[in-house]
């Protein structure tokens, strides 16, 4: 059979023009059945691939550290709070001790008898132990009056206004304020004229003076010595420098000071 359209008859011609379009029908069909099996694959290999991004997620080292420095931050403050409420514990503990003690100090001071300026007889030389080469020596020594606390040193001090009633001792160290009040060594007594001058503990052992920055003009301040009690009431008070001494200078007339640290629980000045 001859190839060349020229060739061909009419007949011929439209036969073959039809089995071209068979055959191109035919490839139609089959790519038309292939299509969707092919989306279909490529459609599950996407979701297999989100599942595994799913199943394995990259692991991000900043914000696990950021994670562990804020772990450590938040124990250290919980640790700092700890101590804190510890150290405050333990003065309460110590004020309400010091209290009890110092209020037994106090009874037993307003309820001792005066002490005596001489000697007690029991302590007097006897003269029935006396060798003889010496009755004549001793018998002329007069005996020497044992010293005692002075009669006019303030020895309590009473503020009703804040409610302060405590002992006063000689010094105003460290060791002399774990007792009470103080009475500045060297300043006035009760009543003299000069500058008398008492210092006070107002966070710790007792928290004596604690509320001293409540007192009013004209509060009340009472000081009793062992011969009378003295009423001195409040002209001014303020805040000043560990290393202003000019309170402590001597007044023409008498005056009373009262020093005690500041702000409360500035620890243990």
Not at 84 to 112: G, I, K
Not at 146 to 158: F, N
Not at 165 to 191: Q, R, T
Not at 234 to 239: G, H, P, S, Y
Request: glycine share 6%; net charge neutral.
């Amino acid at each position: 059979m001859s190839t060349d359209p020229h060739d061909l008859s009419i007949e011929e011609l439209e036969r073959l023009l039809e089995d071209k379009r068979k055959q191109q029908r035919a490839r139609n069909r089959f790519n038309t059945r292939l299509t969707p099996k092919r989306n279909l694959v490529e459609q599950g290999a996407q979701k297999v691939a989100a599942v595994g991004t799913q199943h394995k997620p990259s692991v991000n080292l900043t914000r696990v550290g950021n994670r562990v420095l804020l772990a450590v931050e938040v124990c250290a403050l919980l640790g700092l709070v700890l101590v804190v409420v510890a150290v405050f514990l333990q003065l309460q503990t110590l004020n309400q001790e010091t209290q009890q003690v110092q209020a037994q100090a106090r009874t037993q001071a307003n309820s001792a008898p005066v002490a005596q300026e001489t000697l007690p007889a029991a302590s007097q030389p006897s003269s029935s132990f006396t060798p003889e080469r010496f009755k004549g020596t001793l018998q002329q020594v007069v005996p020497v009056a044992i010293p005692t606390p002075g009669p006019q040193q303030p020895i309590r001090i009473v503020i009703p206004a804040i409610k302060v009633d405590a002992i006063v001792v000689e010094g105003d160290d460290w060791e002399a304020l774990k007792k009470g009040a103080g009475h500045h060594v060297g300043s006035a007594n009760p009543g003299q004229r000069g500058n008398l001058i008492i210092s006070g503990h107002d966070d710790v052992f007792g928290e004596i003076f604690r509320n001293l920055g409540d007192l009013k003009a004209d509060d009340e301040v009472v000081i009793y010595s062992q011969e009378a009690k003295f009423t001195y009431k409040v002209k001014n008070k303020r805040v000043v420098e560990a290393t202003e001494v000019s309170v402590l200078q001597q007044t023409t007339e008498p005056t009373l000071t009262l020093i005690t640290c500041y702000p409360y629980l500035v620890l243990l000045c």
